[in-house]
């Protein structure tokens, strides 16, 4: 091999490459925008000349009070000079002042990363990790990065580029000062409209609508509305839907409805109560069955929903009617389709729609909507798992209440689509139901969205919700339902390299399931106890954990599973050296999951395999089972499985000598595994480009890729793999500081001294004899 070997992240467009994705996500254009011509200005006045150098200033902020406009002048003048950024617009909606939970930084960061070319495996899920690469690919790009509703300059600053070429554009009710203290920011503070901008926007939407109003009504209804575009944007809309109605009457009722509000409220923020004054005028206007469903709306349990879920909140409502209502609160500005069949509220209007279901649903109703849209989501989560991850145990369920049309879906990848898509909102179903006491469903839906989650869901977003559905099965003392969370929490946990809460997890549902005379359960517990010992390197107890489970399952005639405990015995022998011993219980394994006709399990024990045909010297044989491997995995569009089997891939790479191959799935599996938290195994990746390159004679970079993983091995307490690092890291310095490498392998020696597997003996006894060479 001649010339450099050069790492790149997979899946992330060389900022060089005259293919790289140009993004145009700016919303439409606002229609009937009228004046603000000097704030207009003063946002031009940021611009550079024509020569596309330093812009005057790259982060602005937007600010002002709720219904200002704020959303609708950045995204005017983003429209004007998006020519000036050549390179694209970017656009993410963090939602700092809605009703439920902001988008975080690392979050927005994601969709920013993807729009930008990064596969959405390859995003880091370290959050400097992430800004990091992101301000790497903007590095030499001009982009406007527009940033709307922020609340914090925490949820902004991660999303800065860094450079003088980009400009960033934020809206926030906020002043955001601590922007213009440490990055420089320019703020422009927007007031309500004056009275002539505000009668002339009036005039713009109802134009066509209805006979010219006098000057003075117009200006009148501007009052009423606060000279607020938001308000004045629906009043308009209500009195071009009314052309026959003379605007005396209009403004009488709106009055009446603000002397509504004045009877109710307490508060003294004359904008507020004019922005819900009209609010309410509009809502009024509503026929009853629209109404309705405008505030159930507001019960559900995100700002973002799709139809059928509105239709479940609305109950005996049809799909197809459900669709003209929705229509309907679309053409009066109070909800916001993003999507065919897919909608979202204005923060405010949430707001507003949640204040009117508390004051006008009875109770009763109000429980009964959102059990009604909570019992779609579990339905329509549990007929995802069984395409998802149908080995799992399926909660046993009820029949869905009437009113209630769960989905249903035609393959593995509609599955996945859905879950994806529905993601936030099934998490946030969970603490819902426990908000409102409705624990039954809390760890029901906490269980069922286990299963059924995306597979490249990051590994961090569940055990939140999971520990909210074990205390509310506490609470009901539901002790099957509490062996169940137990068991997913010790797996969640294992994800994200938390051993010792897994092993706790697991160790409490082993007893749960021994006291309710669970035989199958119970094995399932000694099975993952079995992978959390394997996972530490304590390999006899593993295997006997594993003999204990196969046992087990195949009492109760469990096939799946005792297939699945001989390809963890099999990894088991495989990792402690007795290849012979692996070989067999693999040719037992493999024809049970190939009999069974599971892929995941194939793919499994295929990557075990490879390592047995590797290390026999089969080379050849352990790249077409790697491959196999791998392939299953993508079929399967699970990242977690891509990640781990990219790394036998890589040794039998490595193995054959191709070694830029090598590096290339090695780096692949390191990104995939920062971006599902999994430290452990990212550490393995790295591990793999250090050998690779201390085969190559680059030393140096060898060195600095072992001490990666060595850190992080450390980090986790991983004394198996913190040894191996280690003995990599002093043969990448031996030639440069002997001392060093004796150093490290001395290191090595202690921590391999608590293992006596006849892999570690031997690994053991090549490092004394490398230590009695270099003496």
Not at 453 to 464: K, L, R
Not at 572 to 587: F, N, Q, S
Not at 744 to 761: I, M, Q, S, Y
Request: a negative charge.
């Amino acid at each position: 091999m001649h010339g450099g070997i050069h790492f790149h992240a997979q899946g992330t467009p060389d900022p060089g490459s005259s293919s790289r994705p140009v993004p145009r996500q700016l919303p439409a254009d606002v229609g009937g925008f009228v004046n603000r011509t000097d704030e207009l200005g003063q946002l031009n006045a940021v611009l550079t000349t024509e020569d596309g150098g330093p812009l005057v200033v790259s982060v602005y902020v937007i600010a002002g009070t709720a219904g200002a406009g704020k959303t609708s002048l950045a995204l005017r003048w983003a429209h004007q000079v998006r020519e000036r950024f050549p390179d694209g617009q970017l656009y993410a909606n963090l939602r700092g002042y809605d009703p439920g939970e902001p988008v975080a930084a690392r979050e927005a960061l994601h969709r920013l990363l993807t729009s930008l070319g990064v596969q959405p495996e390859a995003v880091p899920q370290d959050l400097d990790a992430a800004a990091a690469l992101y301000r790497s690919l903007l590095a030499d790009r001009r982009v406007l990065v527009v940033l709307d509703n922020a609340a914090t300059v925490g949820q902004v600053r991660p999303l800065l580029p860094g450079s003088a070429h980009s400009l960033v554009l934020v809206t926030s009710r906020s002043r955001l000062s601590g922007l213009a203290v440490r990055d420089g920011a320019r703020r422009l503070t927007l007031g309500v409209l004056p009275e002539p901008e505000a009668v002339a926007l009036l005039r713009v939407v109802t134009a066509g609508y209805r006979p010219v109003d006098d000057e003075r009504k117009l200006a009148e209804l501007a009052r009423l509305c606060a000279r607020l575009p938001l308000a004045l944007r629906i009043a308009a809309e209500r009195a071009a839907s009314h052309p026959h109605l003379r605007l005396d009457d209009l403004i009488a009722e709106l009055r009446d409805e603000s002397a509504l509000w004045d009877a109710l409220s307490t508060g003294d923020d004359e904008e507020a109560e004019a922005v819900r004054t009209v609010f309410a005028w509009s809502y009024r206007a509503l026929s009853e069955q629209a109404a309705r469903l405008f505030r159930l709306l507001g019960l559900h349990p995100g700002p973002e929903f799709g139809l059928r879920a509105a239709a479940a909140l609305a109950g005996s409502t049809s799909i197809s009617r459900a669709r003209q209502l929705l229509d309907s609160l679309v053409g009066a500005h109070l909800l916001e389709q993003t999507a065919p069949d897919r909608y979202q509220f204005h923060d405010l209007l949430r707001a507003y729609a949640i204040d009117q279901a508390q004051h006008e649903e009875p109770p009763v109703e109000r429980e009964a909507a959102l059990r009604r849209v909570l019992e779609w989501y579990l339905h329509t989560a549990d007929a995802a798992q069984g395409w998802i991850n149908p080995a799992e145990d399926r909660v046993p369920l009820t029949p869905a209440s009437d009113g209630i049309s769960p989905l249903a879906f035609s393959d593995y990848d509609a599955a996945v689509d859905w879950a994806e898509r529905e993601h936030a909102n099934l998490l946030q179903s969970v603490r819902t139901a426990a908000d409102a006491g409705q624990d039954r469903l809390a760890w029901q839906l906490a269980t069922v969205l286990w299963n059924a989650q995306f597979p490249s869901a990051s590994g961090t977003s569940w055990p939140a919700v999971g520990r909210i559905g074990l205390e509310t099965a506490e609470r009901l003392g539901e002790r099957a339902a509490q062996g169940a969370l137990h068991t997913y929490l010790g797996m969640a946990y294992t994800r994200i390299n938390r051993q010792a809460e897994s092993l706790e997890s697991h160790e409490n549902a082993l007893t749960i399931r021994r006291d309710l005379g669970d035989r199958l359960g119970e094995a399932r517990s000694l099975n993952l106890i079995g992978l959390n010992h394997l996972r530490g390197g304590r390999l006899d107890t593993a295997a006997r954990y594993f003999e204990q489970a196969i046992s087990a399952f195949q009492e109760q005639d469990a096939a799946h599973w005792a297939a699945t405990a001989l390809s963890n015995l099999a990894t088991t022998h495989y990792r402690a050296g007795r290849l012979p011993e692996a070989a067999t219980v693999i040719d037992q394994a493999l024809a049970a999951h190939r009999t069974l006709g599971d892929q995941r399990g194939e793919g499994n024990i295929l990557r075990v395999l490879s390592g047995v045909q590797r290390e026999q010297g089969d080379v050849e044989a352990s790249l077409v089972s790697a491959q196999a491997a791998l392939d299953i995995a993508l079929s399967l569009r699970n990242l977690r499985l891509e990640g781990f089997w990219l790394l036998t891939l890589g040794d039998a790479q490595q193995a054959k000598g191709q070694y830029a191959e090598a590096l290339t799935s090695y780096q692949r599996s390191a990104t995939l595994h920062r971006r599902l938290a999994d430290r452990s195994r990212e550490a393995l990746a790295w591990q793999g480009v250090g050998e690779v390159y201390r085969r190559l004679g680059r030393h140096a970079e060898a060195a600095d890729f072992y001490r990666q993983a060595a850190s992080t091995h450390r980090d986790l307490g991983d004394e198996w793999h913190h040894a191996l690092a280690l003995g990599g890291m002093a043969s990448a310095v031996l030639g440069e500081s002997p001392e060093e490498a004796r150093r490290h392998w001395t290191e090595a020696l202690r921590f391999l001294a608590a293992f006596d597997d006849p892999r570690a003996v031997a690994v053991r006894e090549g490092i004394e004899r490398r230590l009695a060479e270099t003496s």
